[in-house]
């Protein structure tokens, strides 16, 4: 009779005619776990630093030609060897175009154009002013090419192929800020690079000194990013292999659980592996989770368990970078499965089988005591590699392209008063699409990294919608420690998918955080100031994430 009961219900939730509250629930159940997943890839990540220039390079001005006595007209510069080709540069020099040149005015010339080579990144590159007839009324100056003869590499063991450089190239300072990049990713790693003359003429040496890191690094931590109903207190450990493969590569592997004596359980298993190679950076991460919880429907409780696994490939490339920006590009490939089962029985509904293609766009740019990063991404589901339509996909209740346009911008502000050592920190975050999208697709709001206040609530989603969190930040005097405050709101667009009378959310928090040594942590309260009457908040919430590095 029990078994019949529960068959039952399994039907009514198949057919979706269970109660709202207990339909909201699922929704609920199967956002939570993924936000989950993404906070414990979070937690991981290992930062990367960005090189740029020291100061900005001052661009070409005016070009103004002395009035000589002794000059000759000039109505074409030509420039020799010109492997720029660059039409601004062109458009620059047309300005003395029917000038009357002479000797200083030649000297001016050539070095506007060697300041504008400069500027380029090309800091060994000469100008040269060559014999020639002016009564020609042609103005012909050389480029000389500075190039690379050896790269010498001292105290890291890393494959030069790795580089963006090469013997033979033209030595172009932004090259070797990439070089850099490539070469600091790993944590720990310092590294100088210098350019020292060559023996010979128009060719210098790239000298590369680095004090490397430790080759491994092993982290375990304890935070408050749970979710009340599988655990709300999780623990983990992630070990770390750097450079293994010679390449400045990346690899992690980490296993993270509820520390919690409920009723309810989380374990993530989650694996990583980036490598580097010139403008170019591949990365490959794969995650598996599994929750366990009570769902009562009416007076029965089931045990309601669900398993998502997570596999993705990433490659990104920097095709623009100048004294104080970058420009890169990605393309990366997703395949999702998640199912979910009522005690031993399967939920076909709940089943999702897909692969999506991601491509982005990514800027970032440095500004007097300021920093901005934005990146607009397109996504869309395909039925590649055995994926299939997801229920909903297949039934017409969604769309089964589930185009996606995200768009995701963090700006960091220095407060300029001496007396005062903070900055502002704003994120903003945005996804639209034309049509409604199947669960694991829709944009959520509501969480740590959103909207806080509702840590615990399981927030709000819909297709399309946006959230806004700004923090402020001071520190305390007391090194190494930070406090925070900050306001966010969030809102979907349209009506929030559940029985919700409001698509709103605004939420407070405020706390501390900074590291000991290799001990890090960050504690803080939030609370709700604006949400639906019908979405279960708590009036305030602790949280906490320590963490510690051996």
Not at 248 to 257: G, L
Not at 408 to 435: C, E, H, R, T, W
Not at 436 to 462: H, K, M, P
Not at 478 to 506: C, F, H, R, T
């Amino acid at each position: 009779m029990k078994n019949e009961i529960k068959l039952l219900a399994l039907i009514l939730i198949c057919f979706s005619t269970l109660p709202v509250n207990a339909q909201d629930d699922l929704s609920r159940f199967v956002k939570t776990q993924e936000e989950i997943d993404k906070n414990t890839r979070h937690e991981n990540r290992v930062s990367k630093k960005d090189v740029f220039a020291d100061k900005k390079a001052d661009g070409p001005g005016e070009l103004v030609l002395p009035k000589e006595e002794n000059c000759f007209v000039i109505n074409n510069i030509i420039l020799e060897d010109d492997f720029l080709q660059d039409r601004k540069l062109n458009k620059l020099l047309s300005q003395a175009d029917g000038q009357c040149v002479g000797s200083e005015g030649i000297r001016v010339l050539a070095t506007y154009v060697q300041d504008y080579i400069i500027n380029a990144g090309y800091v060994t590159t000469r100008v040269e002013v060559p014999d020639q007839d002016l009564s020609t009324k042609q103005l012909r100056l050389r480029i000389a090419a500075g190039k690379i003869n050896k790269i010498l590499i001292t105290g890291g063991n890393v494959r030069q192929w790795i580089l963006p450089f090469n013997q033979g190239d033209i030595l172009n300072l932004r090259d070797i800020e990439q070089g850099l990049e490539v070469l600091q990713r790993i944590p720990g790693v310092d590294v100088k690079i210098n350019i020292a003359p060559d023996e010979k003429i128009n060719y210098s040496d790239i000298v590369i000194n680095m004090a490397p890191g430790k080759k491994w690094n092993l982290r375990t931590w304890m935070n408050s990013w749970g979710d009340k109903s599988t655990g709300k207190v999780l623990a983990g450990v992630a070990g770390y292999l750097y450079n293994q493969a010679r390449m400045n590569d990346i690899f992690y592997t980490s296993v993270s659980s509820d520390a919690s004596r409920g009723d309810g359980s989380y374990k993530n298993v989650s694996v990583y592996y980036s490598v580097p190679w010139g403008y170019w950076d591949y990365e490959l991460f794969f995650s598996n989770s599994k929750t366990s919880q009570g769902l009562n429907i009416e007076k029965y409780k089931f045990n309601y368990v669900g398993k998502n696994r997570y596999l993705s490939f990433k490659g990104a490339r920097t095709f623009y970078r100048d004294q104080n920006k970058k420009l890169s590009a990605s393309v990366e490939l997703i395949k999702r499965d998640v199912a979910y089962r009522l005690d031993d029985i399967e939920l076909a509904l709940q089943k999702r089988d897909m692969f999506n293609t991601k491509l982005a766009l990514r800027y970032k740019q440095n500004f007097p005591g300021a920093m901005l990063d934005g990146a607009l991404s397109y996504q869309r589901f395909v039925p590649w590699l055995g994926a299939k339509y997801t229920p909903d996909m297949a039934s017409g209740d969604v769309s089964q392209q589930s185009h996606i346009i995200n768009l995701d911008v963090n700006y960091i502000k220095l407060f300029n008063i001496k007396s005062l050592n903070g900055y502002y920190d704003m994120k903003f975050s945005a996804q639209y699409s034309p049509d409604a999208l199947t669960l694991q697709d829709q944009f959520s709001i509501g969480n740590r990294w959103s909207v806080r206040g509702f840590e615990y609530s399981g927030g709000l989603n819909g297709n399309k919608g946006f959230y806004v969190q700004n923090n402020v930040n001071f520190a305390t005097g007391i090194p190494g420690l930070e406090w925070y405050a900050g306001v966010d709101y969030g809102q979907i667009a349209g009506a929030a998918k559940g029985a919700y009378s409001d698509n709103k959310l605004m939420g407070a928090a405020t706390g501390f955080k900074g590291n000991i040594k290799s001990f890090s942590y960050d504690v803080s309260l939030s609370t709700p100031l604006l949400y639906p009457d019908e979405l279960e908040v708590d009036k305030a919430t602790a949280s906490f994430n320590v963490s510690w590095q051996l």
